[in-house]
């Protein structure tokens, strides 16, 4: 039998040009990380590319002894250089983190309510509001110089502290008949925190859309099985925070309509 004709040996080879061709698809995605280019997912594309390869390195069978070796330090060499990148990455935006973590802190620390102190008054309560809003500004505006840990850490506190405040104002509607010239002045707050919010909200839905358009168009011309898998998996979740934002848009703009209808009533 002729070595081409032997069966084991056309597989082997078969499975060696799989793995080839996952491992070429992974020097690709070792490019923006090399060019340091701004893409938020450029580790976890990778890494879940490793993922898929080390599968097929323990499923494909037969694979001559030579082959698997070539193709294994190949893989490793890729490996160990990212991981080398993003253990450098990760030490300066830890560092950067936790200065934004920090600030958000101690914003959060001056819009806490002490438990158990006495009531504040709605000036008071005014201004602890004010740093919560900034300390969510500010998250909002860091939130991609932040490693995990410390987004959700401000994220809670943030959420936390605005339940008090929440409690608190209640207590305050509950306890005393509003003032005219109460209705009027948060009114002017609640416009001013939902207009930047709008902003906010109409700027990610428009980044989202560009995001939708971008992987349209690459599923339209793809060709790679695993990448338009991928691929078609980040378009259902883009599409599915294109739907919330524009949730959130219309409740925010039916809260600016009726606070701008109070302001033109008083």
């Not at 932040?146 to 306890?175: C, N, P, Y």
Request: hydrophobic letters at 40%; glycine letters at 6%.
């Amino acid at each position: 039998m002729k070595p081409k004709d032997d069966p084991w040996l056309k597989n082997a080879h078969a499975n060696a040009e799989r793995l080839d061709r996952e491992i070429k698809n992974l020097v690709l995605l070792t490019s923006p990380i090399r060019d340091n280019s701004p893409i938020v997912t450029k580790y976890q594309d990778f890494w879940n590319q490793v993922k898929r390869i080390t599968a097929l390195f323990k499923e494909l069978k037969p694979l001559a002894q030579s082959d698997r070796d070539l193709l294994w330090n190949q893989f490793n060499a890729l490996c160990q250089e990212v991981k080398e990148k993003q253990q450098a990455g990760y030490g300066a935006l830890e560092s950067l983190s936790q200065g934004h973590f920090d600030t958000i802190k101690q914003l959060a620390g001056m819009a806490a309510l002490p438990p158990g102190a006495p009531p504040l008054t709605i000036h008071e309560l005014v201004e602890r509001g004010q740093a919560l809003k900034n300390a969510g500004d500010l998250l909002g505006k860091f939130k991609h110089e932040m490693i995990a840990k410390h987004k959700k850490a401000s994220f809670d506190k943030i959420q936390e502290i605005r339940k008090t405040h929440d409690a608190a104002w209640a207590l305050v509607s509950a306890g005393k008949p509003k003032l005219r010239s109460e209705i009027p002045f948060r009114a002017r707050m609640n416009l001013e925190a939902n207009y930047e919010r709008l902003k906010k909200a109409r700027n990610a839905l428009e980044n989202f859309q560009i995001g939708r358009v971008h992987i349209r168009t690459f599923l339209a011309s793809g060709k790679d099985p695993v990448k338009i898998a991928s691929a078609k998996a980040q378009l259902g979740e883009t599409e599915a925070r294109i739907r919330d934002i524009e949730e959130g848009i219309r409740k925010l703009e039916k809260w600016i309509a009726e606070d701008e209808q109070v302001l033109k009533g008083s």
